[in-house]
Nanobody
């Protein structure tokens, strides 16, 4: 079964940090771009970040630039989203998914093999 599994979410205070993981099962991530997305209650799913497979170049939505860092470890078949300086508005369920490139990472409909998500709550 081809799937992605997200982990690492939780409750954190404003200004805190979390590291999310996205592990692939049943396939290798080597030749896929990996995207992270989030969905807050009552809102559309939105693209957060993406990392290419060709040169590990990354793209970030403006609302996370300078705070989030996306990386990948192909040997572990896993990608990581380091989230620093978290804000209450970062509260959402975070998902990872794959595509062949990051060109359309702001449009979640281009991505596939969605995981079940991990909840991130930023609150004091």
């Amino acid at each position: 079964q081809l799937q992605l599994v997200e982990s690492g979410g939780g409750l954190v205070q404003p200004g805190g940090s979390l590291r999310l993981s996205c592990a692939a099962s049943g396939f290798t991530l080597d030749y896929y771009a990996i995207g992270w997305f989030r969905q807050a209650p009552g809102k559309e799913r939105e693209g957060v970040s993406c990392i290419s497979w060709r040169d590990n170049s990354t793209a970030y939505a403006d609302f996370v630039k300078g705070r989030f860092t996306l990386s990948r470890d192909n040997a572990k078949n896993t990608a990581y989203l380091q989230m620093n300086s978290l804000k209450p508005e970062d509260t959402a369920v975070y998902y990872c998914a794959v595509d062949r490139h990051c060109r359309y990472y702001t449009d979640y409909e281009h991505f596939y093999y969605w995981g079940q998500g991990t909840q991130v709550t930023v609150s004091s």
